[in-house]
Nanobody, 125 residues
Framework: QVQLVESGGGLVQAGGSLSLSCQASRITSSILAMSWYRQAPGKQRELVASISSGGSTNYADSVKGRFTISRDNAKKTVSLQMTNLKPEDTAVYYC???????????????????WGQGTTVTVSS
């Protein structure tokens, strides 16, 4: 069974830094994009940053210049370095891994998303 294990969340003061990491295991198909999403209380889940298999990155406007996403294809990990954190960055952060195919309960999926359990980031003012 595929697992995404996130780590690195916590409490930090505004202006501080945190680094999140996500380890994917038991993935046998090709990994396409790896991403971080977040969901603040009362809000919808939103994309924070993504990185393609070739290393192309995409960031939400609200985090550009402050967050950096990276990945290690050999280790199947994705990281998010967050600097100059703001109270509005407070949320549960989720790791997302997109694969090219997946079989589950006998059903073949062309393209599939796996999600981590989430890690909480709290930024105090």
């Amino acid at each position: 069974q595929v697992q995404l294990v996130e780590s690195g969340g916590g409490l930090v003061q505004a202006g501080g830094s945190l680094s999140l990491s996500c380890q994917a295991s038991r993935i046998t198909s090709s990994i396409l994009a790896m991403s971080w999403y977040r969901q603040a209380p009362g809000k919808q889940r939103e994309l924070v940053a993504s990185i393609s298999s070739g290393g192309s990155t995409n960031y939400a406007d609200s985090v550009k210049g402050r967050f950096t996403i990276s990945r290690d294809n050999a280790k199947k990990t994705v990281s998010l370095q967050m600097t100059n954190l703001k109270p509005e960055d407070t949320a549960v952060y989720y790791c997302n891994v997109e694969v090219d195919s997946h079989v589950e309960d006998g059903t073949y999926y062309r393209g599939y998303d796996f999600w981590g359990q989430g890690t909480t980031v709290t930024v105090s003012s």
